[in-house]
C-alpha cells in the first residue's frame, strides 16, 4: 500500500509568490495534518483536517491556509512567501476515533527554499 | 519558550556505547510520543507512551514515560550506525484538544563505526 505521498519534493520560490503543496493521505485515513520543520528545528504544527473541517490551527499567520477535499487529500497554500517560510513541509495523515487521533504517518516532504 | 526540552541537542559516539537522550517538560502530557527522522525523510513513529512510570521496550531501545507524564527518555543500548539520525519527542497536552503534536527540537545522534 502507498503511504503518505506529497508533491513537489523541491520547489523555489521569490519573496511575494505564492505556494501551493498537495498532500495524498493513506488509503482509508481520513485526518490529514500539517507541520513546518525549519533547518534544525523539529516540526511545528500548522493545520489538521478530519472529515474536510479545520480541527486544530497552530501559531501560524494567515497567510497560511489549507483545505482538505472529499477524497481527503489536502493542499497547503502559503501567500506572501518571506525568506523565513524557508522550510520542509510535512504532510501527515492519520485515523481518528473521536477526540484520539491516532499514530501519524508522515509523507517525505516538500522542501521550499524561499529566494 | 520551548514547550518540550530535549539533551543532548547533538550526540557522537562510537558503536557499541550506551546512550540516553531526554525530553522534560514544565507540561502534563496525555501521551508522548518519539519519532526518528533521517535526512529527506519524514519522521517514523518509534513508541507511544500514555501511562506515568510506563516503560517499553523495542529491541535495544528502552523508553520510559516520568511518574508525573512531563518528562521521558530514550536509552540505546550497544548502539549501532543504523541508528544515527534525529530522534524527536513529541507530545499531546493534558486536556488538550485535537490540535497537533508539540515537538522538541530533537537530539542528533551520529553513531560512528
Known amino acids: 500500500d502507498a503511504g503518505v505521498t506529497q508533491s513537489p519534493t523541491h520547489l523555489i520560490k521569490t519573496r511575494g509568490q505564492h505556494v501551493t503543496l498537495r498532500c495524498s493521505p493513506i488509503s482509508g485515513h481520513k485526518s490529514v495534518s500539517w507541520y513546518q520543520q525549519v533547518l534544525g528545528q523539529g516540526p511545528q504544527f500548522i493545520f489538521q483536517?478530519?472529515?474536510?473541517?479545520?480541527?486544530g490551527r497552530g501559531n501560524f499567520p494567515d497567510r497560511f491556509s489549507a483545505r482538505q477535499f472529499p477524497n481527503y487529500s489536502s493542499e497547503l497554500n502559503v501567500n506572501a512567501l518571506l525568506l523565513g517560510d524557508s522550510a520542509l513541509y510535512l504532510c501527515?495523515?492519520?485515523?481518528?476515533?473521536?477526540?484520539?487521533?491516532?499514530?501519524?504517518?508522515f509523507g517525505e516532504g516538500s522542501r521550499l527554499t524561499v529566494l | 519558550t520551548q514547550l518540550l526540552e530535549q539533551s543532548p541537542q547533538f550526540l557522537s559516539i562510537q558503536e557499541g556505547e550506551n546512550l540516553t537522550v531526554y525530553c522534560n517538560s514544565s507540561s502534563v502530557f496525555s501521551s508522548l510520543q518519539w519519532y526518528r527522522q533521517e535526512p529527506g525523510e519524514g519522521p517514523v513513529l518509534l513508541v507511544t507512551v500514555v501511562t506515568g512510570g510506563e516503560v517499553k521496550k523495542l529491541k535495544r531501545l528502552t523508553f520510559q514515560f516520568g511518574d508525573a507524564r512531563k518528562d521521558s527518555s530514550l536509552h540505546i543500548t550497544a548502539a549501532q550506525p543504523g541508528d544515527t539520525g534525529l530522534y524527536l519527542c513529541?507530545?499531546?497536552?493534558?486536556?488538550?484538544?485535537?490540535?497537533?503534536?508539540?515537538f522538541g527540537k530533537g537530539t542528533h545522534l551520529i553513531i560512528q563505526p
Open positions: 513529541a507530545g499531546r497536552v493534558s486536556g488538550g484538544g485535537a490540535d497537533g503534536l508539540t
Open positions: 501527515a495523515s492519520s485515523l481518528v476515533q473521536g477526540r484520539w487521533t491516532g499514530e501519524l504517518f
Open positions: 483536517y478530519y472529515e474536510k473541517e479545520e480541527r
